[in-house]
């Protein structure tokens, strides 16, 4: 749902799925997203280790499955870093909603003057790694 709505956000102008959702339900939405966002950056973190230093001999050697782990990472990595610098703009309403992409932002503030910037240059990265993975797998 993220995704569609970032979609959108590029489409339309800048357009959000908050009109639809509320300002009740919107804080929520982004909430869950930044939280299910670190919970697979975390599982990507945690398959790595197991694939390339734990080596356990039923896995293989899957060129596959590493490509789709690196996908996976970098599609997690450029959606903290969008929000992260997202959130250094001024316009941004709802700056409590997202704590992991807060707290990272706290990392990015010398970058502040260029915040909308990359957010925008790391929005249209995460959508390019997302037209990748969907032409990668069939």
């Known amino acids: 749902l993220g995704t569609l709505e970032q979609a959108w956000r590029l ?9 639809w959702m509320g300002p009740r339900v919107y804080p929520g939405f982004l909430f869950l997203q930044d939280l299910l966002t670190g919970l697979v950056l975390l599982a990507v973190l945690l398959a790595s280790y197991r694939r390339f230093v734990i080596r ?37 309403a709802y700056p409590n909603a997202m704590p992991l992409a807060r707290s990272l932002s706290t990392f990015l503030t010398p970058f502040q003057k260029q ?21 990668y797998i069939p």
């Open 56 to 92: 356990p001999l039923h896995l293989g050697k899957s060129r596959d499955a590493t490509i789709i782990l690196a996908i996976t990472g970098s599609l997690m990595i450029s959606l903290l870093l969008m929000n992260a610098f997202h959130l250094l703009t001024p316009t941004f």
């Open 115 to 135: 915040s909308a910037h990359l957010s925008h240059a790391f929005e249209w990265i995460h959508l390019l790694l997302v037209l990748g993975f969907l032409i």
């Open 11 to 19: 489409l339309s102008a800048g357009g959000s799925f908050e009109p």
